[in-house]
């Protein structure tokens, strides 16, 4: 396709026009999440990106990645050293496990790609984990609103265990469908650090996890000149995001922050959950 110019889109980008638009959408939302809100939003991008893609999510993870890699870049920098590495580190063996996991999973999807039901299979696969983190997501909120009914509600202070699950849920989502959001802000939000501390514990994370994931990415094919000509395209738009999240977290007291954090899970979490219902029951009635 050589319309305006973009000939290394994939030939599944059927509609230039909605791509840039929908595609540009998602990178604004990721890279705004990232450098202003710790990520929390983050999690609509890339259902997003899938409907750029016409419903291809296999082709929007691979697309998504770089751009994720460049707003964690952009954000690490804009953040550096004010992040709690103490608070953070306890997630990365449970993560590595994550990524693993979800490493074998993709192989699986895409070993299955070109064979009968294949496509079926890994739009079901990603129906199930949509649904799966949206449900978690709202939980959180529900166990967050109900300690605030406490005057004062002790700070979470996970111990081993706790946080070798949250690490292998966040590892295994993120490298699934870049979904790592909520559950990172299940284990580090209810911490109550100050709200700088927290977003930049955040960068932290999704800046050595995302860059991880390369390696299974690669490994798989998910990464290749297509996608990277669509991930070039949609460039632009992280750093657009990217200082408008600077912009507004400067601009929102830490008491707003919290509340606009635990909104916007909370919508986050709806959209998944009913975009992955749907999507299932959709397919089991063909």
């Known amino acids: 396709m050589d319309v ?24 604004l939302l990721v890279s705004m ?10 999690v ?26 460049a707003c964690d870049l952009v954000a690490v920098a804009s953040w550096w050293g004010k992040w709690s590495f103490r608070t953070v580190w306890p ?12 490493w074998a999973i993709l192989w699986w999807l895409t070993s299955m790609e070109g064979q009968a039901g294949g496509a079926a299979a890994t739009q ?8 799966i983190v949206g449900m978690i997501a709202l939980g959180f909120v529900v166990l967050q ?4 009914w406490s005057s004062n509600p002790p ?14 849920m966040a590892g295994a989502a993120s490298t699934l469908a870049h979904a790592a959001g909520p559950i990172t802000t299940m284990y580090l939000l209810p911490q109550r650090m100050p709200k700088g501390t927290f977003v930049a514990s955040t960068v932290l994370y999704y800046t050595v996890f995302n860059q991880a994931k390369l390696i299974p990415y690669f490994a798989l094919g998910l990464i290749n000149l297509k996608t990277a000509g669509a991930s070039l395209a949609l460039l632009p738009a992280v750093i657009v995001g990217t200082l408008l999240g600077l912009f507004l977290h400067n601009r929102v007291a830490e008491r707003q922050f919290t509340a606009v954090v635990y909104v916007l899970l909370t919508l986050a979490g709806a959209h998944m959950c009913y975009g992955g219902v749907q999507k299932w029951l959709a397919l089991a009635g063909r």
Do not use: C, D, H
Not at 33 to 42: E, N, V
């Open 4 to 27: 305006l110019g973009w000939s290394l889109l994939p030939a599944e980008v059927g509609n230039v026009y909605l791509f840039l638009i929908l595609g540009s959408l998602s990178a």
């Open 33 to 42: 999440a990232k450098a202003g809100f710790g990520g929390s939003i983050g």
């Open 44 to 69: 609509l991008s890339f259902p997003v990106m899938v409907y750029a893609f016409g419903g291809n999510a296999l082709l929007a993870a691979g697309t998504q990645l770089p751009l994720l890699i």
């Open 91 to 102: 997630l990365f063996p449970g993560a590595t496990a994550g990524v693993l996991i979800g």
């Open 124 to 131: 079901k696969a990603n129906a199930i984990l949509s649904a």
């Open 145 to 148: 609103a109900a300690r605030s």
């Open 155 to 168: 700070a979470f202070r996970p111990v081993f265990w706790q946080s070798m699950i949250a690490g292998g």
